[in-house]
C-alpha cells in the first residue's frame, strides 16, 4: 500500500472563534441596523416557502398557517418581499422606539 505524502488535515486545531459570524449569529443582531421590515398578509400566503428559500439570513420561520421572519434576525432587505409570488410581504419603515 501506498503511503499518503501528508498527514491528513487535524480539524481540531481549528479555533472556535474562527468565524464568529457563522457559530455565534445572535452576537451580532442583524435585526439592529435593520430600516424596515417585512410585515406578512396572512390571507395573502399560501405557506409557498419561496420567501424562506431566497431569505439570505435564513430567519423565516413557518408559522400553523403563514411564514414570518424572526425580526432579531432579519436585516430588512426586502428579498422576500421581491421573491413572494403572491405579493403578501409588504416592506415597511420602522420607527424609533
Ligand atoms: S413567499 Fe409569500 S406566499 Fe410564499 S410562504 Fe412566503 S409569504 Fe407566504
Ligand atoms: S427582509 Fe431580507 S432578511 Fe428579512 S426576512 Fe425578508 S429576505 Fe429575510
Known sequence: MKLQARKPFDQSTIPNDLCPIATEYSVLKTGDWRAERPIVDRDKCVKCANCWLYCPT??????????????????????????????????IEELED
Not at 58 to 85: D, M, R, S, T, V
Open 58 to 91: 435564513q430567519c423565516i420561520k413557518e408559522k400553523p398557517a403563514w411564514f414570518e421572519a424572526n425580526l432579531i434576525i432579519c436585516k430588512g432587505c426586502g428579498i422576500c418581499a421581491q421573491e413572494c409570488p403572491h405579493h403578501a410581504i409588504t416592506m
